[in-house]
């Protein structure tokens, strides 16, 4: 079993705040995702990156892989309340093709 | 609506019963998973199918028995569990194409709230 670590793994925030989540591991990986997963679904993938460095936008969100490929932050902008989920990561490594292992999770709360 | 639907959505069970989860995805999806989402712990990997032949069995006790009869289903046959398997279980696809370097997006279905007595 790999392990991704997140943090924080709570966080609670007011409307119009940034925040930053952490994704770390001590393996490489071919690829990270994101997902976000609201209580009573599935998680939904919001993003995926395979390139040391490689930084991605997903309108107020900002996704960076780091450059060793063990590691990834996820950036939200001006939090909203529908922002409000668990967001966790995901990694794949080169070996092991489509086998996504999943990091702990942060779940975020944006109060109005 | 991801394409992916899990039945049953809820099922309570003792210990000794014998009990199956459904997974049907109408995506042409060539992997299929199983996942296990307990609180406090990350999700857990559990099966990994390819073109309906299982390439990962991650350490899972033989009172999970996995079956896929095709590309678009996939079963959990349950037997004599434990009251800590009680989690939601989640099923996944992904069109996989069988390249090591397939890096395709999951697609979860809403999961099955698995309760054992």
């Known amino acids: 079993t790999q392990l991704l670590e997140q943090s924080p793994q709570f966080l609670s925030i007011q409307e119009g705040e940034n925040l930053t989540v952490y994704c770390n591991s001590s393996s490489v990986f071919s690829s990270l995702q994101w997902y976000r997963q609201e209580p009573g679904e599935g998680p939904v993938l919001l993003v995926t990156?395979?390139?040391?460095?490689e930084v991605k936008k997903l309108k107020r969100l900002t996704f960076q892989f780091g450059d060793a490929r063990k590691d990834s932050s996820l950036h939200i902008t001006a939090a909203q309340p529908g922002d409000t989920g668990l967001y966790l990561c995901?990694?794949?490594?080169?070996?092991?093709?489509?086998?996504?292992?999943f990091g702990t999770g942060t779940s975020l709360t944006v109060i109005p | 609506e991801t394409g992916v639907t899990q039945t049953p959505r809820h099922l309570v069970m003792g210990m000794t019963n014998k009990k199956s989860l459904k997974c049907e995805q109408h995506l042409g999806h060539n992997a299929m998973y199983w996942y296990k989402q307990s609180a406090k712990k990350p999700l857990e990997l559990m099966f990994v199918y390819n073109f309906k032949e299982q390439t990962e069995n991650n350490s899972v006790p033989s009172r999970f028995s996995p079956e896929c009869p095709n590309s678009s289903h996939l079963f959990l046959h349950l037997h004599t569990l434990q009251p800590e398997d009680s989690a939601l279980y989640l099923c996944?696809?992904?069109?996989?194409?069988?390249?090591?370097?397939?890096?395709?997006?999951?697609?979860f279905g809403e999961g099955s709230r698995l309760t054992v007595l």
């Open positions: 995901a990694g794949a490594y080169l070996d092991t093709g489509n086998q996504f292992y």
């Open positions: 990156v395979v390139t040391g460095g």
């Open positions: 996944a696809s992904s069109p996989y194409e069988g390249s090591a370097g397939d890096t395709g997006e999951l697609f």
